[in-house]
């Protein structure tokens, strides 16, 4: 049947952060994860070059809101995905979702913690 | 006279997803997720590392140099690749595009993402 | 003459408690589509075998059902397809109440469709004015979505639907865009709060299936996103006119 009370989601709110983490993951993410995870252990690129480079990227103001993004972007993306991903697989419990973007607003708190107090 | 309906409703179980070839890529695509979580744990990580001066910056890079560490990470960018191609195919729908212009959308998506990693590598190299 | 082995689904509400298979072996050449066989298995082999069929040619949407899994219209769909598994499996249309055989209950998908009203709203026109004039660019946006048949297989693949059986569904959804995008129509107002709501379209995950089973290539898949994007615009502006209210109180 159809309900007559058709009251007004919020899912937008986290719809709109999944496309923004979506976008930049799709834009940044494989450039990222080939620097920091490939070219920086394997000595592509020198251990106390990266430390500086990374240092100084980091204090600038476009490094900053860049690192923002790259952090927080795609982790609501990904609570995002994860918590649609276990109603799929029909796991439902009481404040799941809660959960899930909690964890994702926590996790994008401490990343702006960090990134301000660079 | 009494109804002879009785309509039988088959249940959905949780394994739905493993049935068809197209509902497994839609998983693998939605999986995609938790790696990317990953990486951005961390650079969260990285990130306090760096904070703390060269000693813990070099304990990060020994994290990262793990063997067990890579690995993940190999699936990491396998994973960040496979959601770069399904995101600039299933983009352009959101918006209004005709087919042609759709197609277009998709190349100029795959242009920004070439750029930015070439801007990317260069300011890391 | 070379012949199948079709495993039908069977279900007899007054005897049965679920579903059961039962086998047909049936000749078939290039030209037998899945709705020839079963007027065959009815004529030769199964008197009481129950579907629902009407014009052959795949513009009424009556005959769809599940092969292999698979949502399909019956007389678009041919047994020269499944000679090389030797068999095909037919089942009712997925995710909907099984009435009887291969007929299935579609009353969820009708009520939807008429709650989302795809019709023309608060156009003032009158038969005096003669018709309403539209551009080639105003029907372009709209005309992929009128193709619909209302077959409802993209409710059949859609696994979201079948998760949550009060989702409004892709056909439906699609009709309601259809009629949001039309010149000569006012009524999006009317539509949206169903789209925004619960039984809406943020029920869909763009799993995407919906649009390759479509017989008539809809894209129910865009025509939801797209209507994401106005829900959202939507919920914004809700947001910041409930905020205006506050300011002039």
């Not at chain 3, 249309?93 to 023309?120: M, Q, S, W």
Request: proline share 5%; net charge positive; aromatic share 10%.
């Amino acid at each position: 049947m159809i309900s007559s009370a058709n009251k007004r989601v919020d899912e937008p709110v986290y719809w709109a952060l999944f496309g923004a983490g979506g976008m930049w993951s799709a834009i940044f993410a494989p450039a990222a994860i080939l620097i920091v995870c490939f070219l920086i252990p394997l000595g592509v690129i020198d251990n106390t070059a990266a430390y500086a480079g990374m240092k100084s990227f980091c204090a600038g103001f476009l490094g900053r809101v860049f690192t923002l993004c790259m952090i927080a972007l795609p982790i609501w993306c990904g609570m995002h995905r994860i918590h649609h991903c276990l109603h799929d697989m029909k796991v439902h419990c009481l404040g799941l979702k809660g959960l899930c973007y909690g964890l994702a607003a926590i996790l994008s708190v401490v990343a702006v913690f960090l990134v301000c107090s660079f | 006279m009494a109804t002879k309906r009785k309509p039988y409703i088959r249940e959905m179980n949780s394994d739905w997803w493993r049935k068809l070839p197209y509902y497994r890529f839609y998983m693998l695509r939605e999986l995609t997720a938790v790696p990317a979580i990953w990486f951005s744990i961390l650079l969260i990580y990285g990130l306090s590392a760096l904070k703390q001066g060269e000693a813990s910056f070099a304990c990060f890079v020994q994290f990262l140099a793990n063997p067990i560490v890579l690995l993940i990470n190999v699936v990491a960018l396998m994973a960040a690749l496979l959601q770069t191609t399904t995101w600039f195919t299933l983009a352009p729908k959101v918006v209004r595009l005709s087919e042609c212009c759709a197609y277009r959308a998709k190349i100029a998506l795959w242009g920004i993402t070439g750029l930015a990693t070439i801007i990317l590598l260069f300011l890391a190299l | 003459m070379k012949t199948l082995k079709m495993a039908i689904a069977r279900y007899n509400p007054e005897v049965d408690d679920k579903p059961r298979f039962e086998d047909f072996h049936v000749p078939y050449d290039n030209q037998t589509s899945l709705l020839d066989a079963l007027a065959y298995i009815k004529d030769a082999l199964a008197p009481d075998l129950t579907y629902r069929s009407s014009c052959r040619m795949a513009i009424c949407g009556s005959c769809g059902m599940m092969a292999d899994g698979i949502p399909k219209l019956a007389c678009k769909t041919f047994l020269r397809d499944y000679a090389g598994a030797g068999k095909v499996t037919l089942e009712a249309l997925g995710n909907f109440p099984i009435e009887r055989d291969l007929v299935v209950d579609l009353t969820h998908f009708l009520e939807c469709i008429e709650a989302l009203k795809p019709y023309l709203i608060g156009n003032t026109r009158t038969p005096a004015d003669g018709a309403n004039r539209q551009t080639p660019e105003q029907i372009a946006k709209f005309h992929q979505f009128t193709h619909c048949i209302n077959c409802a297989l993209c409710y059949a693949a859609c696994p979201q639907f079948g998760l949550n059986p009060a989702f409004a569904g892709p056909g439906s959804i699609s009709l309601a865009y259809r009629y949001n995008l039309d010149s000569r129509d006012n009524g999006k107002q009317e539509r949206m709060p169903m789209l925004n709501g619960p039984e809406g379209v943020w029920n869909c995950t763009f799993v995407g299936v919906c649009s390759e089973v479509c017989p008539k290539n809809v894209d129910p898949a865009a025509a939801i996103q797209q209507c994401k994007v106005e829900s959202a615009l939507d919920f914004a502006r809700s947001v910041i006119n409930c905020q205006k209210e506050k300011e002039v109180r």
